[in-house]
């Protein structure tokens, strides 16, 4: 996919690892719809890109991923503004083990959410372009979190959607023109790790061994993956046709995609007319 005048979809936008792809987007010259649920921090992140991309090229659109009519008014409101959709990327998320129904809701419902409203606006046979839905997991979703069951659970959810949208939906691909993929980034320097550097802010997140990991991340923050460099390998995928279904994963050694165990009964339709 040429990015060039392509219209993307953010959530989570307005910081950390959705922004710097919101800003990569832009260089490439696509325009970018930035949906977060903190206005403050989504009208700062939209005048900073503005100046530099230009305001005709980005917006901002208030919306709490948890309420399904939020999604749907910044899904009407981006094509309003500029008149098409070919890239969602499903990214807010949270660290919260105590609310752990609120961590369900924001880190996976709404993913799927998200992916069942924006299909329609994307689909080439409902008048869409076609076009891609990326969806954001993390090595958390591939392996297990002893800090983080739940999100860990969230985020194995995600992979799980994903693969299987994209499996479902494969055969069609040539009629609706929508591929769907996840990216697993290992830990990231963004305002979400940082905020694991404060036992109390853990415990009161319900984190497990919060001493240990906000010693871990105080130790190793500064040394950790950038966001900059989750959004230039999130970018290459998502301009990456051949890629649908793919989890990728994304560590200071580069990526791999990780395939899932072979199973002979429903991963493809073939098997359906058994
Ligand atoms: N930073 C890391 O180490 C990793 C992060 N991830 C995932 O990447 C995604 C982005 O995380 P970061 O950039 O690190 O975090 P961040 O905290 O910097 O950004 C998350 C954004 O999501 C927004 N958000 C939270 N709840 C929302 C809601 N209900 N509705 C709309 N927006 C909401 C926040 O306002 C914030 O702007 C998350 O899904 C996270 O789980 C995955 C792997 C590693
Ligand atoms: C106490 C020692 C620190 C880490 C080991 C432990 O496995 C763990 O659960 C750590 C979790 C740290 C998470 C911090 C931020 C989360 C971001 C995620 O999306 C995934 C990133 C890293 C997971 C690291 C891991 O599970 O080892």
């Known amino acids: 996919m040429n990015l060039k005048d392509k219209v993307g979809f953010i959530t989570g936008g307005a910081s950390g690892i959705g922004y710097a792809t919101a800003e990569l987007l832009l260089q490439h010259g696509a325009k970018v719809a930035i949906i977060d649920v903190n206005s403050e921090a ?76 924006g299909l329609k606006y994307l689909r080439k046979d409902q008048g869409g372009n076609g076009g891609v839905i990326l969806n954001m997991s993390s090595i958390s979703g591939l392996k297990p979190s002893l800090c983080l069951p739940a999100y860990a659970a969230t985020k194995h959810g995600v992979v799980g959607y994903t693969r299987s949208m994209a499996n479902s939906m494969a055969a069609d691909i040539d009629v609706h023109g929508v591929r769907f993929n996840c990216v697993c980034p290992e830990c990231t320097d963004t305002p979400m790790v940082r905020s694991l550097e404060s036992v109390d802010s853990l415990n009161r997140r319900g984190i497990h061994h919060a001493q240990a990991l906000s010693n871990y991340v105080s130790e190793n923050v500064d040394d950790m993956i950038k966001a900059s460099y989750i959004a230039e390998n999130t970018i290459k995928l998502l301009a990456d046709e051949t890629k649908n279904g793919a989890a990728m994963l994304i560590t200071s050694k580069g990526v791999a995609f990780i395939d899932p165990p072979e199973h002979p009964y429903f991963t493809d339709r073939a098997n359906l007319k058994r």
Do not use: P
Request: net charge negative.
């Open 42 to 117: 989504g009208r700062k992140a939209v005048s900073n890109l503005a100046v530099k991309y230009g305001e005709a090229n980005v917006t901002f659109v208030k919306c709490d991923v948890t309420e399904d009519g939020d999604i749907e008014e910044a899904f009407k409101q981006t094509i309003a503004k500029f008149g098409r959709l070919d890239i969602i990327m499903n990214n807010a998320g949270i660290l919260n083990e105590s609310n752990y129904k609120l961590l369900i809701s924001v880190n996976l419902t709404a993913v799927i959410t998200g992916t069942m409203l």
